[in-house]
């Protein structure tokens, strides 16, 4: 099974070990008029309490999420390449992956079977956790991740053509985290795009600045300059769902081998679906046809 890389306002351990591959858009300034920016903290809240109200939208939509992964050699040449197309979809207010494809082949029935049987449980444990709450033990929400970090440079810019509060973060290392994913947030640093009006994230940028040791380096080290970005935008009905994300990491995995990887993830066929819980136990979203076009 290949990572998965949910994009959300969510960062899952696997997606905190990615990042950045493609620089942002050249950016714009705003006008001498623009009004104060306000509190960073208070900002992010706004987008944490925007982002459930639209959260009832989002449970009426699927997309397709497409991810490669590269291995490279030493100068950068790939040596292997693995990919899955997932169907993603949520389950009160939580994203949920079905792989349906792997390296451009439908699942064999046994595979099916057992995704089917993993998806199945994942959407019972998103019914029965609070939207606020990961249902994924390995992810920290932005939120968090804030508290973690101090925050810097806070500006206006226009990112594709619409206006955004930008600011820079870097990890404390005094603050006091638990688990894999707070620990390794000490060591990120990274930009935030938020869209002004909707008060969604629509672009993130992280990168390490620093080696982090998994159980003391024993397990692994991702090392300093592994990162990654996604974003996310406005589709249909004007719901924000992800549009791709990009990101490269090296590690030492258990002292003896060294991983390079670049990660890409590209996000399409935005549509509106239906899942009967209970008619439909695999929890396999289905699509609702298009309506039809005013003459």
């Given at each position: ?24 858009l ?62 993603n ?16 082949q ?5 595979d ?13 444990r ?48 005094d ?72 990101g490269?990491?090296?590690a ?23 899942v009967?819980t ?14 039809a076009?005013?003459?």
């Open positions: 099974m290949l990572r998965r890389f949910p994009l959300s306002l969510s960062l899952p351990v696997p997606a905190i070990l990615l990042c950045l591959g493609a620089p942002a050249p950016a714009q300034q705003p006008s001498p008029q623009s009004p104060p920016i306000p509190d960073i903290r208070q900002l992010m809240r706004e987008v944490q309490e925007h982002q459930k109200q639209v959260e009832k939208e989002r449970e009426n939509d699927t997309y397709t999420a497409v991810i490669t992964i590269q291995d490279l050699d030493p100068a950068g040449r790939v040596t292997k390449t693995e990919s899955e197309e997932d169907q979809f949520f389950v009160n207010g939580h994203l949920v992956a079905r792989m349906v494809q792997k390296d451009g439908p699942l064999s029935p046994h099916d079977q057992k995704e089917t049987e993993r998806v199945t449980k994942l959407v019972q998103a019914q029965n956790t609070p939207p606020e709450q990961p249902i994924e033990s390995q992810t920290v929400s932005i939120s968090r991740l804030l508290e973690i970090m101090d925050i810097r440079n806070p500006r206006r810019q226009f990112y594709r053509n619409r206006p955004a509060i930008i600011f820079d973060f870097i990890g404390r290392k603050a006091k985290t638990h688990g894999l994913v707070e620990d390794a947030s000490k060591k990120l640093q990274g930009t935030i795009w938020i869209d002004e009006a909707d008060r969604q994230v629509a672009h993130l940028e992280v990168s390490f600045n620093d080696n982090f040791r998994v159980a003391g380096g024993v397990f692994a080290t991702v090392q300093k300059g592994s990162n990654f970005h996604f974003d996310q935008a406005p589709v249909g009905g004007g719901v924000w769902l992800p549009t791709g994300g990009e490269a990491m090296q030492r995995v258990l002292v003896f081998k060294n991983l390079r990887q670049h990660f890409i993830e590209h996000d399409s066929d935005f549509k509106h679906f239906s009967d209970q008619q439909s136990p695999d929890a396999k979203p289905t699509a609702k046809p298009a309506p076009a005013k003459p």
